[in-house]
C-alpha cells in the first residue's frame, strides 16, 4: 500500500460527509442543527473519556511509577497550554478559518458576521476533532511505517459520519478543514517514514491520554458549556511523550 493513501481516503470521506451535509443543512431548521450539534458534543465528551482512561495503562505505569501519569498527563497541559498561548495558536487557527471563509465564502459584507463566525467555528472544530484523536496518530505512522492503513479507514468511516453532521450544523466550513487533516497526517505519514518504529508503549498511552483530555475540551466547546482555546493546549500532545520518557529516564 502506498503511504498516504490512508489520508487520501480519509480526506474524501470528509468532503463527501460535508457535502451531504451542506445539502441536509439547507433543509434543517435552525432547532434541528443545534439538536446535532449537542448530539455530536456528547458523543465527542465519550470517546474523549474512553481515551483519556490510558492515564491507567499499566505500560505507562510500569514505566514512570504508579503515581506520575496523571502528573505527567498536569504537566504536559500546563506545559502545552503556556506554549501554544505563546504561539497564539488558536488566533491563528481562527486566523486560517477566516482566510478561507473570504476566499471559499466570499466577502463578510455579504455573507453576514453570523455566516463568517459559523464558517470559522466550523473550521476549528472541525479541524481539532479530525486531527487530536490518537487514530490520527496511531493511523498515520503506522501508514508511513509500511504497516498499512487500517486505523485511518476507520477514521475514515468515523470522520465522515461526524462531518456530515457539523457541516449541517456549521456549514463549508467542515469541508475547508480537509486542508488541515493533509498537513497534520500527511506530515506524520512522513514522520512515520523517517521514524522506522512506532512510540513505545509508555510514550504511546501518555499521548492518548493526553489528547482524551484536549478532546473534552473540545466537546465543552460543541455544548456551549465553555469556549476552551484547545488549539492553543495542542502542543501538550508533543510534550507527553517527551516528559514520560524524561520521567522514565530518571526514575
Known sequence: MIPGTGTAVNAAAVLLGATLGRVAGNRLPERTRALVTD???????????????????????????????????????????????????????????????????????????????????????????????????????????????????????????????FAAAFGWGVAASVITLVVIQGGLTLVGLALGDVLPAAELAALTATGGLLLIGVALRLLAIRPIAVADLLPALAVAPALTALVAHFR
Open 39 to 165: 448530539g455530536l458534543g456528547l458523543v465527542t465528551l465519550l470517546i474523549a473519556g474512553t481515551s483519556a482512561m490510558a492515564v491507567l495503562d499499566p505500560e505507562l505505569a510500569g514505566a514512570v511509577g504508579d503515581s506520575a501519569p496523571l502528573l505527567i498527563v498536569l504537566g504536559s497541559v500546563l506545559l502545552g497550554g503556556i506554549a501554544g498561548s505563546l504561539l497564539r495558536l488558536e488566533q491563528r487557527v481562527e486566523s486560517v478559518g477566516a482566510w478561507l471563509q473570504r476566499r471559499l465564502a466570499g466577502d463578510p459584507a455579504q455573507t453576514g458576521h453570523a455566516e463568517r463566525r459559523r464558517f470559522v467555528e466550523g473550521f476549528v472544530v472541525s479541524s481539532l476533532i479530525f486531527c487530536t484523536g490518537p487514530l490520527t496518530i496511531l493511523g498515520s505512522l503506522n501508514d508511513g511505517l509500511g504497516h498499512g492503513a487500517d486505523e485511518l479507514y476507520l477514521k475514515s468511516a468515523l470522520d465522515g459520519f461526524a462531518a456530515i453532521a
